[in-house]
């Protein structure tokens, strides 16, 4: 099974800032989708943060959100799993209010995760995590602590990870309460950075002064697991 793994897409950034899209617009029509056609990906898994403003989202980013992205995954069969992660809720303490289901609920094709959850993937197990907050904080760990699955999927904030060159995050909770899973894939760092079993897969594109010259997703690298499913990670 081929899976796409895509993060912190940030639509609307920059109150939907047009010379920022027309640049996260070449991504898309130049990379992504051609390799999800080339490759016959038909399984997304979105990491988060897929929208930028906690608040909404103006009527033009919008239609370049659905133009741009949606559209073009409904149009190639694509199944997208779409995490929810911070700034995709509007509220710090709940994922209940989120952009996810309200932006997206005409997207037959989208799969809302904005509540720790369980799906099959071919015949894989997969536990998704979506951003931990009070609300589902007990939720989320009685779940990782019952699952038999080997794969996370999350929106996390962990120490000892990348921030942006330079600064490793001091706090957030540590890694080892996801010690028993093979591999966990994450969100919300827009640095990619690993410790061999928890990957941070970075953002697709530059936002900000501190990625310059740190990455242009112009490859795609796949990352090994013991479920043989390849990963493409566009980061």
Same mark, same amino acid.
């Given at each position: ?68 992205? =949606? ?117 919300? =760092? ?46």
């Amino acid at each position: 099974m081929k899976i796409a793994c895509i993060t912190d897409t940030h639509i609307s950034f920059k109150k939907s800032n047009l010379n920022f899209h027309k640049y996260f617009e070449k991504f898309y029509s130049n990379i992504f989708f051609p390799e999800l056609e080339k490759r016959n990906i038909k399984t997304v898994i979105h990491l988060g943060d897929a929208f930028d403003n906690r608040k909404g989202i103006d009527y033009w980013g919008l239609e370049w959100a659905q133009k741009v992205v =949606y559209d073009r995954f409904k149009d190639i069969g694509a199944k997208v799993y779409q995490i929810c992660g911070n700034h995709d809720a509007t509220m710090r303490s709940t994922n209940k209010y989120n952009a996810i289901q309200t932006i997206l609920r005409e997207y037959k094709n989208v799969i809302p995760i904005t509540e720790p959850s369980e799906y099959f993937l071919g015949d894989t197990k997969i536990t998704f995590v979506p951003w931990i907050c009070k609300d589902n904080e007990k939720e989320t760990f009685d779940l990782l602590n019952q699952t038999d699955s080997k794969l996370v999927f999350g929106h996390l904030e962990l120490s000892g990870f990348t921030l942006f060159p330079g600064q490793i995050n001091t706090h957030g909770m540590s890694s080892e309460k996801f010690s028993k899973f093979d591999r966990v894939f994450s969100g919300h =760092y827009h640095t990619r950075s690993n410790d061999g079993r928890v990957f941070y897969l970075g953002n697709p594109y530059q936002l900000f002064w501190s990625d310059v010259d740190l990455f242009i997703c112009d490859t795609v690298y796949n990352i090994p697991n013991s479920c043989g499913i390849s990963f493409y990670c566009f980061s």
